[in-house]
């Protein structure tokens, strides 16, 4: 596969196990956050999104929490599977400037 | 099967060479992206497109070209003054009005 996100932090969970990814976002006028999912040799594929109005949002085992004081955001995955290992990315967007963190590698252990 | 196509998947670059990344969409989105992603980084925006006919430079333009004379073809174009072009390239696009970003599969770029 490619060698997409090399030195990135890890995380190792065990299959069915809950995982939390973070995520430190820079700009505190930053009013829209994104997650995305980047198995190997592929595109990013959208997860979930909130906005700055909301400290929480949920979707299908994922929930995304945001906390605007400490500028930190962060990605539950609920009953973590196989298919789940892959990395992890935060976006933010600022007038019409969208920016992305550099990522965290999810692996799943059977 | 709605998305947007990346082709080549791989490609090589000789030395002094352009060579062109081709990215078609037809979710009928306004705007399309193209970013660098390199190992143990964030995505760097390298041209956007709000609108057929214009394109705006983005963080790391320089020794890239990009067209839109189509809504739905954004080709970019990695010349030769590009020193350090090999990497993973996506392409992505998004709704007028909406920001989030959907992405193609991306392409690898080496340079022989």
């Known amino acids: 596969g490619e060698s997409v996100g090399l030195h990135l932090p890890t995380l190792s969970v065990q299959e069915g196990d809950n995982s939390i990814i973070n995520c430190a976002y820079s700009?505190?006028?930053?009013?829209?956050f994104i997650w995305y999912k980047q198995e190997s040799g592929k595109g990013p594929q959208f997860i979930i999104d909130?906005?700055?109005?909301?400290d929480k949002r949920q979707g299908q085992r994922v929930t995304v929490l945001l906390n605007k004081t400490v500028k930190h955001l962060s990605l539950q995955i609920a009953a973590t599977q196989p298919g789940d290992s892959a990395v992890y990315f935060c976006?933010?967007?600022?007038?019409?400037?969208?920016?992305f963190g550099a990522g965290t590698r999810l692996t799943v252990k059977p | 099967d709605g998305g947007i196509t990346q082709s080549p998947k791989y490609l090589f670059r000789k030395e002094g060479q352009n060579v062109t990344l081709s990215c078609e969409q037809n979710?009928?989105?306004?705007?399309m992206y193209w970013y660098r992603q390199d190992p143990g980084q964030g995505l760097r925006l390298i041209y956007y497109?709000?609108?057929?006919?214009?394109?705006q430079k983005g963080d790391i333009a320089e020794g890239y070209s990009v067209s839109r004379e189509k809504k739905e073809s954004f080709p970019l174009t990695v010349t030769s003054a590009q020193k350090n072009p090999t990497a993973f390239y996506l392409c992505?696009?998004?709704?007028?009005?909406?920001?989030?970003?959907?992405f193609g599969a991306g392409t690898r770029l080496s340079v022989l």
């Open positions: 976006a933010e967007y600022n007038n019409n400037d969208m920016r």
């Open positions: 700009n505190s006028a930053s009013d829209y």
């Open positions: 497109s709000q609108i057929v006919n214009d394109f």
């Open positions: 979710l009928n989105h306004d705007a």
């Open positions: 992505a696009s998004s709704s007028s009005g909406m920001n989030i970003q959907y």
């Open positions: 909130i906005r700055s109005n909301m």
